[in-house]
């Protein structure tokens, strides 16, 4: 019986020892199990870090390279440029262009006779004196045409550094017109600043916006067909120009800079898609200003469509302009004998002078006029396929453009064919500021022409090189 007892325990115990070994092994088994999970999970992290580091250090030699290229790029610009400017130095100089300064001088000194004619009675009547514009206009365009001669002299290239600066400046001047105290009103728009003496920042403007294109443009070549370097830069700054002159407001001044601006990147390369899409744009805003859908100065489209709807009123400037115009017949009354000038017509000295030319020269004078207008701005052109680099026959060509434009607007509103806007004729109507930057304007041409090759250089596929 003892013994069947002691057999009992020995079962117990063995039956004990079976469960606990058979728990141990489970237990060791889940152990197993997590440090394998563990071990996996361990070697996937390492994975992911060993992966995010392999990311990482391509990110970073790709960075890499695409900082040696710049880099490489930079200095191949460098190295570019310099050799430009050592051929640049090296190039035969020669005098300037002979007929492109004829032409200037002869327009300026045409200008300035008829300005004396036009201005004389509203100098009389609204000054006491006759000759108070003549003589306000005249050292100033002298002192033109010295800054002309002399800007002829210096190597236009220059002119590469002064883009910037003429751009941020031209912004501020063009921000300090909207101050009060500041700027000058005139006929509702405000465009003039008081300070140093009356001028107009939209003058320096122009001349500014032709610069810096030409500058970054000569530079940029094959990357003018993209959208970040050949259109993003450039109409962010004619933007900020447009919001600014919008608020003085100074349309034809807006539609100048617009127009020189696009001339430098149509011939700098910009893509001919871009160049749709503004045209579209341009053509959809004018439609939309013609239909009436935009109605900002209905009234003026109103009145240029028919100026006799109020002629006394606000078609009072337009009719007088078109009977002034049609007042001078074929060969004209005569050089001082315009009647319409003694306050008939208003503007007579400015933006309307062209008015008088026509009534003292009749359709023969203003028509000589008009074909030395034409002569200069083919010359210019000319100029401008002769350049020997590029900046310069992109500064040739938006200088150009600009005043060729300008001209054409001026006599197209004179004549009727487009609304009335104020806008001055170059070398001839009142303005000290605008003449003197004209004639410096003239100076930076000759001052490119004195570089250009010889006609023998000249070849027919000099119009279609300056897009390469």
Sequence with gaps: MAERRTTGRSGGAGRSRSGSSARTSAEREQLRQRRARERAREQERLARTRARDAERSRRASEREARRRERQKAREEERARQRAEDLAQRAAPKHGIDIPFLLLVLLLTAIGLLMLFSASYPSGIYEHGDGLY??????????????????????DYQWLRRLGGIGIAVSLLFLALVLVPGLGATRNNATRWLRYPFLWQPSELAKLAVVVYFSATVARKRDKMKTFVDGVLPYAAILGAMSILLIKEPHLSGLILIW????????????????VGLAAAAAGGVALAFLSGLIQYNQSRLELWHDPWIDPLGRGYQLAQSLITVGSGGILGVGLGRSRQKFLFLPEESNDFIFAVVCEELGLIGAAIIMLLFAALILRGYYISLKSRDRFGSLLVVGIITLYAMQIFLNIAVVTGLLPTTGISLPFFSFGGTAVIIQLASMGVVLSVSRQTRLASEVTPQDASDLDA
Excluded: Y
């Excluded at 514009?133 to 210096?154: E, V």
């Excluded at 127009?259 to 871009?274: E, F, I, M, N």
């Design 133 to 154: 514009f003549i003589r306000d206009q005249l050292p100033k365009a002298i002192a033109g045409m010295a800054l002309m001669l002399i800007i002829s002299r210096f």
């Design 259 to 274: 127009v020189a601006g696009g001339a430098v990147l149509l011939v700098g390369g910009l893509a001919w898609k871009w």
